[in-house]
């Protein structure tokens, strides 16, 4: 089998030239050598490890667990660097595959996650260079900056300076704070130079090599992974979409004030799925920023990256919001029966485990229930390798709009963990708000009786009168005084009876 691979990898380096040659829509001159050897190369390193590292050892001993954990590391580190040599398209991709706790290894998780505040950067040159391709400046128009590097490269017509050391970068493009003629200073995000024209050559090498990985591997079902980049990519890199995505956004968001981080991060999250069903889908660490307000004093979330939205069908929208309803109330016969309308048909519980990042047994008794906890997050890790085949049907199964909620879900997460608020009632009960509001406002929308909007209405207040009830209750039982007051009335209980 090893043999046979390194064969199969052989011949599709030795005739990959001739396939993208003969693909009218692709220009091999673009598409480099050394760029595609490295792909291969450590596609087949990989490969190979793995078809030879486990071979004699005995399946399901520690020995086994032990040298398959070491297998994927290497296997982690390996794709990690490719990533990283080959930037662009490749660094998006393996972000994504950091994202996928319910899916990878936790070897794979843990070393891809770096992707995300380690991405390459592009050089001053290199910068200039797209600054004057895309906005169509010649040279001499271009101010050179001072040789201490204190006085910032400038576009005479466009700014009045221009810092040569990024805000930050990204995996398709990093950020430069500049000042404009009339005095504003503002953030320019620059695309990194040949990004456009390698994307679409980069998901043509990656859906080649995926199909060379699935004939040594059948189970191994990743070519949702290369649909979604090519829909997505695209998106992304239209940074005209992005600047309207960010509008949108702003106008949506405009009657927010917020006070703290993931708290608030999650209610934010709520009413984009639940309420807009308009989502941004990149919140990973590198995205979200805390900024402390100098007039109030108050912290303010900044969301940055705006390329990636996920529009959300009024009918996904509707049966997603009824879905984590159940899930809250551990209704079991209803979290089937929206699983199922969402796609998840006999898979339902496994898609439940996967929504929430919880064990069955924690969502059969209720996500609000009680905290995760480490054995349950061995649990959840373990199931998610053994489950590996049912994960990857289930992914082709569902609606495209539910991968990238998936992935937005356990970016979230990821913040919240990170924070340790990871599945407080708090985030819960935000929820819940935003899924009332969101089928009121659509049930009010049906019917043209002033009667049932009003009875509709009316519904809507009582249901959130008791989830603000509830609230206060919990506030009132974590706090010092909420204790004297339990404390008191369980006194008087028992004095009375």
């Not at 829909?231 to 995505?245: A, C, I, M, S, V």
């Not at 809250?328 to 209803?334: L, S």
Request: proline share 3%; hydrophobic share 40%; charged share 20%.
């Amino acid at each position: 089998m090893a043999r046979r691979a390194l064969k199969i990898f052989s011949l599709a380096a030795a005739t990959s030239g001739v396939y993208l040659y003969g693909n009218k829509h692709v220009d091999p001159n673009d598409f480099g050598i050394i760029r595609v050897g490295r792909a291969i190369a450590t596609t087949a390193v990989i490969t190979y490890d793995y078809l030879t590292s486990l071979r004699g050892v005995p399946h399901g001993s520690e020995e086994y667990d032990y040298v398959k954990s070491q297998v994927h590391l290497r296997s982690a580190e390996r794709l990690r660097d490719l990533c990283c040599a080959n930037r662009g398209t490749f660094i998006k991709v393996g972000q994504h595959l950091g994202a996928l706790d319910y899916l990878l290894p936790e070897e794979y998780t843990h070393t891809l996650k770096v992707l995300h505040s380690q991405a390459p950067q592009s050089s001053m040159q290199e910068i200039k260079q797209v600054i004057q391709e895309d906005l169509g400046k010649e040279g001499q128009d271009l101010c050179l900056p001072d040789v201490s590097g204190a006085v910032l490269q400038v576009i005479k017509e466009l700014f009045v300076n221009f810092e040569d050391a990024p805000l930050g970068a990204a995996s398709l493009a990093q950020v430069h704070k500049a000042v404009l003629q009339d005095g504003r200073t503002v953030a320019v995000k620059v695309q990194h130079p040949k990004v456009q024209a390698q994307s679409s050559k980069d998901i043509l090498l990656m859906e080649v090599l995926l199909l060379i990985v699935k004939q040594i591997f059948p189970d191994f079902e990743f070519m949702w992974l290369v649909e979604e980049a090519k829909k997505n990519l695209p998106l992304e890199l239209d940074f005209l979409n992005e600047g309207r995505n960010a509008e949108q956004v702003a106008h949506m968001l405009k009657h927010f004030d917020f006070l703290k981080l993931s708290r608030n991060l999650g209610k934010l999250y709520s009413e984009m799925i639940f309420v807009n069903g308009f989502v941004h889908c990149d919140p990973h660490p590198g995205n979200v920023l805390v900024k402390k307000c100098p007039v109030t004093g108050k912290a303010h979330i900044i969301l940055l990256d705006h390329g990636l939205y996920q529009v959300l069908t009024e009918k996904f929208r509707l049966d997603y919001c009824r879905l984590w309803q159940s899930l809250i109330k551990a209704d079991m016969k209803q979290v089937q029966k929206y699983s199922r309308r969402l796609g998840a048909g006999d898979l339902y519980p496994l898609f439940a485990c996967m929504l929430t990042a919880r064990s069955w047994a924690s969502v059969s008794r209720g996500i609000d229930r009680s905290p995760v906890t480490a054995n349950e997050d061995v649990e959840i890790r373990t199931n998610a390798a053994a489950y590996l085949p049912q994960i990857t049907q289930l992914l082709n199964n569902v609606p495209r709009q539910m991968l990238l909620l998936l992935k937005t879900n356990d970016l979230l997460r990821g913040i919240e963990s990170a924070l340790h608020t990871r599945a407080s009632a708090s985030s819960f009960l935000n929820m819940s708000r935003c899924c009332i509001r969101a089928i009121s406002r659509y049930q009010r929308s049906r019917t043209d009786s002033l009667y049932r909007k009003a009875q509709i209405s009316f519904t809507e207040a009582l249901s959130l009168w008791q989830i603000n009830l509830y609230e206060l209750y919990l506030r009132l039982k974590g706090s010092q005084l909420g204790n004297w007051v339990i404390t008191l009335l369980s006194w008087m209980h028992h004095s009375l009876y």
